[in-house]
């Protein structure tokens, strides 16, 4: 089965860390990575941190300067390393990349993990 699967959530402080991890599971060749999203309480869901087409990051506003998205294209990986966390930072956070693969091409999303950042 060709699936996303985060990990990496949890519970934390404000001002904390947490270290969120996207994998690509099953028979695929590669993943065009488009990034992390989150969804927060409420809310429709956002773009927090993208690769661009140019092979550029972005982010959110609100996230610039604390957060960083990365990617480990051998293991077929994406990274958010999130610090000093702020509880608007709280929801749901996917991951989406468009998977190549030998049966499966197609923007794909992960299932999600939960970030909840107390004050």
């Known amino acids: 089965q060709v699936q996303l699967v985060e990990s990496g959530g949890g519970l934390v402080q404000a001002g904390e860390s947490l270290r969120l991890s996207c994998e690509a599971s099953?028979?695929?060749?590669?993943?065009?990575?488009r990034g992390w999203y989150r969804r927060a309480p409420g809310n429709q869901r956002e773009e927090v941190a993208l690769f661009t087409p140019n092979g550029e990051t972005s982010y959110v506003d609100s996230v610039k300067g604390r957060f960083t998205i990365s990617r480990d294209n051998t293991k077929k990986m994406i990274y958010l390393q999130m610090n000093s966390l702020r509880p608007e930072d709280t929801g749901v956070y996917y991951c989406n990349g468009f998977i190549i693969g030998p049966t499966y091409n197609g923007g794909t999303w992960g299932q999600g993990t939960q970030v909840t950042v107390s004050s």
């Open positions: 099953g028979r695929i060749f590669s993943v065009d990575w």
